[in-house]
Each structure stands twice: as structure tokens, then as C-alpha cells.
């Protein structure tokens, strides 16, 4: 029997009332669902904390019958990105640290139904799936600038906590892993992604690149996940892993990032789905045809990890 993972990012219940992607997401009936951030998307207007607005914010998203209709029902993990943690683009480690501990008490509240095996820290890992290991990411608690003299993305307790969960030698593996994180690691504004951390960036690097060993190895097959970004895109790199972007489930396509973007005519229900059948994995990317294109595919064979040509 296959094996489903949805993915989604960016739900804007403030300006999204009805969000026809979860009813979608349900009809697919995957085994597990990945939300990567912005799970709550607060408008916060500048650099102001506003945080009875974060919790208007998320209880008009979770007053959405067809959300909570997925949550309820499929085993969900979920961490930050920006819009839930502070102001656009936020970096935690820069921030007051009482802002971000009254957001973080918030996020801990509202998505407390979530598997998280690493309490009280975000990061966590997720192996209730046949054959693949899930490793969620903060990457927003921690996070300096990316040009900072020093810069951090992780913070020096969680990258240590990654590098361990990636080495075979002291963490059992499974046949595919899977990285979820706020941040895409080439996709996004530059100076924004993880691939602007360069000792992160070269880490993740060398640990999900594919090596297949000799016959009968099970080699390094890697999936990096991400959102943010309010569309859907799929990268290959040279290292053998491959990056795959959703966002956007119930939010807009950004012009100008004014409210009077917030109308159907902008309206992005973007979402991802991996599906593992016995030789190839599958990457579905769902969306509004009328705003972004609808949907596309992605074929990856799982015995070389290479993706099929269109």
C-alpha cells in the first residue's frame, strides 16, 4: 500500500473564511500531513507585535470546519515560519526575547494536538511511517541574519541535534528522509534561505547527498520540504536530493503585499503531496488553476533517485 504525505504552508484565516484546499486534502486521504509555517498567517503590519491580532488570527483559522475536519483526523506535525513567530521575516535570535516566548506560549497552545516527539523544543523527529523518517526544523527561534559576522539559521543545540539525526552511526535511518523547514533551502528571497547559511547549507549538503553503495545499500534518499514562498516549486540538486516548495494553501498571490490583494482573483490554495508506491515517488502539487496554474507532477524513481523527464 502506498504511502501519503501532504504539505502545506501559508493559511491565511484573517482574509480566508472558506478554504476549499482542505476538503481536497482530505479526499486524498494521506497518512500523515507536514505543515512547514505561516500556519497561522498574521499581517503584522511592520516590525509592530501585535498579539491579540496573532490570536484573533488563529482562532478565525481554526473556525475553518474544513481545516479542522484535517487535523482531527490525520496525524499532523507543524512548526513556525515569520508570520506565526513575529513581524515579516522575524529572526528570533534578534528579537526580543519575550515577544517570541509570547508567540511561541500562542503556537504551543493552538497546535498543541501535534505530534511532537522532542518537547519542549519545536524540532522534532516523526518514524511512525513505513520506511521514512521525518525531521521538522526551527528555523525561526534560533535565526540571526545570514549576514550577520557569526550567523546562526539553527542555533548551535539544534544543529547538533540534525547532524545527529542524519549520521548513521549514531541514529538508526530508514530507506527515505524527509527535512521540513519554514525556510526553502534555494528557494525564497536571497539572503533568506537556508543556502545563504553557508555552514548549515554545506552540512545538509553533504548528509542527504545520494550515495547508493553497492547492491543492496540503501543509500541517502532525501526529500527537502519547505513553504514560505506562496507557490509551488521543484528542485533537483547536484547532490542528489531534491527540494520541493508548497505554500500557499489558503492565503494569495503577493504583487504588492497590500489588502487589496486580498480578493479571489489572487487567491493561491496551494498544497503538496508525496506519494511512495514500491519503485517511484510521486510529487503532486495541487493548485487554483485560475491563479496559479493548476496542478503538475513530478515522477523521482526511487531506484536511482533521478526524476523522470517530462
Not at 482530505?26 to 497518512?31: G, Q, R, S, V, Y
Not at 545538509?204 to 541517502?220: D, E, Q, V, Y
Request: aromatic letters at 12%; hydrophobic letters at 35%; glycine letters at 8%.
Amino acid at each position: 500500500m502506498a504511502t501519503k504525505i501532504a504539505f502545506v504552508s501559508c493559511a491565511y484565516g484573517t482574509y480566508r473564511k472558506t478554504q476549499p484546499a482542505w476538503e481536497d486534502i482530505l479526499a486524498a486521504k494521506p497518512d500523515l500531513l507536514l505543515m512547514l509555517g505561516d500556519n497561522a498567517y498574521m499581517s503584522w503590519y511592520g516590525s509592530t507585535w501585535d498579539f491579540k491580532a496573532l490570536e484573533d488570527c488563529y482562532r478565525a483559522q481554526f473556525a475553518v470546519k474544513e481545516f479542522r475536519a484535517v487535523i482531527e483526523s490525520v496525524p499532523t506535525l507543524a512548526i513556525w515560519d515569520d508570520h506565526d513567530c513575529g513581524p515579516d521575516d522575524t529572526l528570533g535570535a534578534e528579537a526580543p526575547p519575550q515577544y517570541v516566548a509570547t508567540t511561541r506560549e500562542m503556537f504551543d497552545r493552538w497546535f498543541g494536538f501535534a505530534r511532537n516527539n522532542n518537547r519542549p523544543h519545536m524540532y522534532c523527529t516523526y518514524d511512525d511511517l513505513p520506511e521514512v523518517r521525518v525531521v521538522m526544523l526551527d528555523v525561526r527561534t534560533y535565526r540571526t541574519s545570514s549576514k550577520a559576522a557569526n550567523p546562526t539559521l539553527l542555533g548551535d543545540a539544534q544543529e547538533k541535534w540534525l547532524w545527529k539525526q542524519l549520521d548513521p552511526a549514531r541514529t538508526e535511518q530508514k530507506r527515505f528522509t524527509i527535512i521540513g523547514s519554514g525556510t526553502g533551502f534555494s528557494v525564497g528571497k536571497p539572503g533568506h534561505r537556508v543556502a545563504d547559511y553557508r555552514s548549515v547549507a554545506d552540512g545538509i549538503r553533504s548528509r542527504l547527498a545520494f550515495h547508493p553503495g553497492s547492491a543492496g545499500s540503501l543509500g541517502r534518499r532525501a526529500l527537502f520540504l519547505a513553504g514560505d514562498v506562496h507557490y509551488n516549486k521543484f528542485v533537483s540538486h547536484p547532490e542528489g536530493f531534491h527540494e520541493a516548495i508548497s505554500s500557499g494553501v489558503a492565503c494569495f498571490i503577493p504583487k504588492t503585499y497590500t489588502e487589496d490583494e486580498f480578493v479571489p482573483e489572487r487567491y493561491a490554495d496551494n498544497w503538496g503531496l508525496i506519494t511512495i508506491s514500491d519503485t517511484q515517488i510521486y510529487v503532486d502539487f495541487h493548485a487554483n488553476p485560475h491563479t496559479t496554474g493548476g496542478a503538475s507532477r513530478r515522477v523521482i524513481a526511487i531506484e536511482d533517485w533521478t526524476v523522470a523527464k517530462k
